[in-house]
Protein backbone atom coordinates (compact mmCIF):
# COMPACT_ATOMS: atom_id res chain seq x y z
CA UNK A 1 0.00 0.00 0.00
CA UNK A 2 1.38 3.00 -1.20
CA UNK A 3 1.75 5.69 1.60
CA UNK A 4 2.14 9.36 0.75
CA UNK A 5 3.49 12.13 3.73
CA UNK A 6 5.35 15.35 4.14
CA UNK A 7 8.76 14.68 4.30
CA UNK A 8 10.14 15.14 8.25
CA UNK A 9 13.86 16.01 8.86
CA UNK A 10 14.35 12.65 10.35
CA UNK A 11 13.33 10.80 7.14
CA UNK A 12 16.09 13.20 5.03
CA UNK A 13 19.17 10.18 5.17
CA UNK A 14 16.27 7.35 3.94
CA UNK A 15 15.68 10.02 0.92
CA UNK A 16 18.85 10.36 0.43
CA UNK A 17 19.24 6.84 0.02
CA UNK A 18 15.97 6.84 -2.29
CA UNK A 19 17.48 9.29 -4.57
CA UNK A 20 21.05 7.20 -4.60
CA UNK A 21 19.15 4.15 -5.73
CA UNK A 22 17.03 6.16 -8.83
CA UNK A 23 20.04 7.99 -9.49
CA UNK A 24 23.25 5.67 -9.40
CA UNK A 25 25.72 7.61 -11.69
CA UNK A 26 24.64 11.09 -10.76
CA UNK A 27 27.24 13.30 -9.58
CA UNK A 28 25.42 14.17 -6.36
CA UNK A 29 25.58 10.12 -5.07
CA UNK A 30 29.01 10.39 -5.89
CA UNK A 31 29.44 13.46 -3.50
CA UNK A 32 28.00 11.03 -0.47
CA UNK A 33 24.89 10.70 1.36
CA UNK A 34 25.48 13.45 3.29
CA UNK A 35 25.47 15.84 0.73
CA UNK A 36 22.47 14.37 -0.76
CA UNK A 37 20.54 14.58 2.62
CA UNK A 38 21.71 18.21 2.97
CA UNK A 39 20.48 19.50 -0.61
CA UNK A 40 17.01 17.61 0.49
CA UNK A 41 17.38 19.92 3.78
CA UNK A 42 17.10 22.91 1.53
CA UNK A 43 13.50 22.36 0.98
CA UNK A 44 12.74 22.11 4.64
CA UNK A 45 14.31 25.43 5.95
CA UNK A 46 11.61 27.94 4.44
CA UNK A 47 7.78 27.87 4.39
CA UNK A 48 7.62 28.82 0.36
CA UNK A 49 9.59 25.71 -0.32
CA UNK A 50 8.41 21.41 -0.20
CA UNK A 51 9.35 18.15 -0.34
CA UNK A 52 6.86 14.67 0.04
CA UNK A 53 7.49 11.15 -0.64
CA UNK A 54 5.68 8.07 -1.14
CA UNK A 55 6.26 5.01 1.16
CA UNK A 56 5.65 1.25 0.40
CA UNK A 57 5.36 -0.08 3.61
CA UNK A 58 8.81 1.48 5.77
CA UNK A 59 10.51 2.31 2.08
CA UNK A 60 10.60 5.15 0.45
CA UNK A 61 9.87 4.40 -3.08
CA UNK A 62 9.74 8.07 -4.55
CA UNK A 63 9.61 11.17 -3.54
CA UNK A 64 9.38 15.09 -5.10
CA UNK A 65 10.21 18.50 -4.07
CA UNK A 66 9.32 22.08 -5.74
CA UNK A 67 9.86 26.15 -4.51
CA UNK A 68 7.47 28.98 -5.15
CA UNK A 69 9.60 31.92 -6.52
CA UNK A 70 9.50 34.90 -4.54
CA UNK A 71 11.38 37.43 -6.96
CA UNK A 72 12.63 38.11 -10.31
CA UNK A 73 15.49 35.37 -11.24
CA UNK A 74 14.78 33.39 -8.11
CA UNK A 75 16.04 30.30 -8.71
CA UNK A 76 16.86 26.63 -7.07
CA UNK A 77 19.99 25.77 -8.14
CA UNK A 78 22.45 28.62 -6.61
CA UNK A 79 20.21 28.22 -3.44
CA UNK A 80 20.94 25.14 -3.05
CA UNK A 81 24.68 25.26 -3.99
CA UNK A 82 25.27 27.65 -1.41
CA UNK A 83 22.87 25.65 1.67
CA UNK A 84 24.87 22.20 0.75
CA UNK A 85 28.33 23.81 -0.21
CA UNK A 86 30.29 22.07 3.60
CA UNK A 87 29.11 18.95 2.65
CA UNK A 88 30.23 19.32 -0.96
CA UNK A 89 33.56 20.52 0.14
CA UNK A 90 33.77 17.53 2.19
CA UNK A 91 32.91 14.77 -0.64
CA UNK A 92 35.64 16.43 -3.28
CA UNK A 93 38.27 16.24 -0.95
CA UNK A 94 37.31 12.25 -0.57
CA UNK A 95 37.10 12.62 -4.53
CA UNK A 96 39.10 15.55 -5.54
CA UNK A 97 38.68 13.56 -9.50
CA UNK A 98 34.91 15.07 -9.33
CA UNK A 99 36.30 18.25 -9.91
CA UNK A 100 36.75 17.48 -13.68
CA UNK A 101 33.14 15.54 -13.87
CA UNK A 102 31.36 16.89 -17.29
CA UNK A 103 28.49 18.47 -14.80
CA UNK A 104 30.66 19.98 -12.67
CA UNK A 105 33.06 22.28 -15.50
CA UNK A 106 29.64 24.00 -16.69
CA UNK A 107 29.14 25.19 -12.81
CA UNK A 108 32.70 26.44 -12.02
CA UNK A 109 31.21 30.03 -11.93
CA UNK A 110 28.42 29.48 -9.77
CA UNK A 111 30.46 27.12 -7.79
CA UNK A 112 32.88 30.42 -7.37
CA UNK A 113 30.25 32.94 -6.43
CA UNK A 114 28.77 30.92 -3.96
CA UNK A 115 32.23 29.85 -2.22
CA UNK A 116 33.36 33.19 -2.07
CA UNK A 117 29.88 34.33 -0.72
CA UNK A 118 30.11 31.29 2.25
CA UNK A 119 33.46 32.40 2.99
CA UNK A 120 33.63 35.95 3.71
CA UNK A 121 29.61 35.20 4.57
CA UNK A 122 28.44 38.03 2.17
CA UNK A 123 25.66 36.28 1.31
CA UNK A 124 22.79 38.78 1.38
CA UNK A 125 18.87 38.19 1.00
CA UNK A 126 17.33 39.11 -2.01
CA UNK A 127 14.54 41.91 -1.59
CA UNK A 128 11.61 39.79 -1.61
CA UNK A 129 8.75 41.65 -4.52
CA UNK A 130 5.33 40.81 -4.25
CA UNK A 131 3.41 38.74 -6.62
CA UNK A 132 1.71 41.81 -8.75
CA UNK A 133 4.81 44.00 -8.36
CA UNK A 134 6.98 45.28 -11.75
CA UNK A 135 4.60 42.25 -13.34
CA UNK A 136 6.25 39.64 -11.27
CA UNK A 137 4.32 36.79 -10.77
CA UNK A 138 5.26 33.56 -8.43
CA UNK A 139 5.36 30.55 -10.40
CA UNK A 140 6.33 27.02 -8.50
CA UNK A 141 9.52 25.10 -9.88
CA UNK A 142 9.46 21.49 -9.71
CA UNK A 143 13.43 21.09 -8.53
CA UNK A 144 13.54 17.01 -7.80
CA UNK A 145 11.82 13.86 -8.51
CA UNK A 146 12.80 10.41 -8.33
CA UNK A 147 11.10 7.04 -8.58
CA UNK A 148 12.52 3.41 -7.77
CA UNK A 149 13.07 1.57 -10.82
CA UNK A 150 11.07 -1.12 -9.83
CA UNK A 151 8.22 0.81 -8.59
CA UNK A 152 7.78 2.77 -12.12
CA UNK A 153 4.58 2.33 -14.08
CA UNK A 154 2.70 1.81 -11.29
CA UNK A 155 0.84 5.15 -10.68
CA UNK A 156 3.61 7.00 -8.31
CA UNK A 157 4.48 9.13 -10.60
CA UNK A 158 0.84 10.04 -11.35
CA UNK A 159 0.35 10.38 -7.34
CA UNK A 160 3.42 12.61 -7.35
CA UNK A 161 1.82 14.99 -9.53
CA UNK A 162 -1.22 15.16 -8.51
CA UNK A 163 0.38 16.28 -4.80
CA UNK A 164 2.34 18.94 -6.58
CA UNK A 165 -0.18 20.50 -8.25
CA UNK A 166 -1.60 20.43 -4.26
CA UNK A 167 1.19 21.79 -3.39
CA UNK A 168 1.10 24.93 -6.02
CA UNK A 169 -2.68 25.36 -5.33
CA UNK A 170 -1.98 25.49 -1.24
CA UNK A 171 1.15 28.14 -1.97
CA UNK A 172 -1.64 30.50 -3.71
CA UNK A 173 0.62 29.76 -7.56
CA UNK A 174 -1.02 28.81 -10.67
CA UNK A 175 2.11 28.53 -12.90
CA UNK A 176 4.41 25.78 -12.96
CA UNK A 177 8.04 25.18 -14.67
CA UNK A 178 11.07 22.54 -14.68
CA UNK A 179 13.71 21.54 -16.97
CA UNK A 180 14.69 18.34 -18.05
CA UNK A 181 17.39 16.95 -20.04
CA UNK A 182 17.00 16.32 -23.49
CA UNK A 183 17.83 12.99 -24.13
CA UNK A 184 15.57 12.20 -21.21
CA UNK A 185 12.61 10.85 -23.19
CA UNK A 186 10.47 9.01 -21.04
CA UNK A 187 10.34 11.50 -18.48
CA UNK A 188 9.54 13.86 -21.66
CA UNK A 189 6.45 12.08 -22.32
CA UNK A 190 5.28 11.52 -18.73
CA UNK A 191 5.67 14.95 -17.78
CA UNK A 192 3.42 15.76 -21.39
CA UNK A 193 0.70 13.25 -20.55
CA UNK A 194 0.45 15.07 -16.57
CA UNK A 195 -0.61 18.50 -18.45
CA UNK A 196 3.27 20.08 -18.84
CA UNK A 197 4.20 21.67 -22.47
CA UNK A 198 7.15 22.59 -23.76
CA UNK A 199 8.09 26.89 -23.50
CA UNK A 200 11.46 27.01 -24.13
CA UNK A 201 14.02 24.11 -26.22
CA UNK A 202 18.01 24.72 -25.35
CA UNK A 203 21.01 23.41 -25.83
CA UNK A 204 20.58 20.70 -23.72
CA UNK A 205 17.29 21.16 -22.01
CA UNK A 206 13.85 21.52 -22.57
CA UNK A 207 11.92 24.09 -20.30
CA UNK A 208 8.45 23.05 -19.37
CA UNK A 209 5.38 24.38 -17.87
CA UNK A 210 1.75 24.21 -16.77
CA UNK A 211 -1.19 25.91 -15.35
CA UNK A 212 -2.88 24.40 -11.87
CA UNK A 213 -5.75 25.49 -11.37
Given amino acids: MYQL ?3 APSQLNDLAHCHAACFPDSLSVQLGTAYIAKTFEWFLVNEHRFLFHIKNGETIIGYCGGFITQYAGDGSTSGMMQFAMTEAIKGVIKRPWLLLHREVIPFY ?3 GKNLWKKII ?4 TPKLAPATANGFTSSAGLVVIGILPEHRGKGVFEMLMQQFDKEVYLH ?3 RAHLSVKKENARAIQAYSKAGWQTAKTNEHTIEM ?3 VE
Fill in 5 to 7: QKT
Fill in 172 to 174: HAS
Fill in 209 to 211: HKY
Fill in 121 to 124: SLAK
Fill in 109 to 111: PLI
